[in-house]
């Protein structure tokens, strides 16, 4: 088994900055591309951002020029970097994963989630 665990979120004003992390852990084999998703209260999850194993990037068009995804895969982890955050930015913040443990099996893995909140 493959488990994510976020961690990093928090309450920050509206113009500031913070950096999620995520990290797996388990029996890995090896994990392909990593994705942060956010849902906000009343609304429907959201995906947020994308990055393959070789380091290719893509962003949601909300946050495209603000946030930058990231990875370590020496340490099987992944960070978002959240810059200019907006009020509506607040959500809890998933991290997720295309992930094969050491019997080559596949797993579509997903973190508990971090609550960001971003004050007015």
């Known amino acids: 088994q493959v488990q994510l665990v976020e961690s990093g979120g928090g309450l920050v004003q509206a113009g500031g900055s913070l950096r999620l992390s995520c990290a797996a852990s388990?029996?890995?084999?090896?994990?392909?591309?990593m994705r942060w998703y956010r849902q906000a209260p009343g609304k429907q999850r959201e995906w947020v951002a994308s990055?393959?194993?070789?380091?290719?990037?893509n962003y949601g068009d909300s946050v495209k020029g603000r946030f930058t995804i990231s990875r370590d895969n020496a340490k099987n982890t992944v960070y978002l970097q959240m810059n200019s955050l907006k009020p509506e930015d607040t959500a809890v913040y998933y991290c997720?994963?295309?992930?094969?443990?050491?019997?080559?099996?596949?797993?579509?893995?997903w973190g508990q989630g971090t609550l960001v909140t971003v004050s007015s």
């Open positions: 990055i393959t194993s070789g380091g290719n990037t």
């Open positions: 388990g029996h890995i084999f090896s994990i392909n591309t």
């Open positions: 997720n994963a295309d992930a094969f443990d050491r019997d080559r099996r596949y797993f579509e893995v």
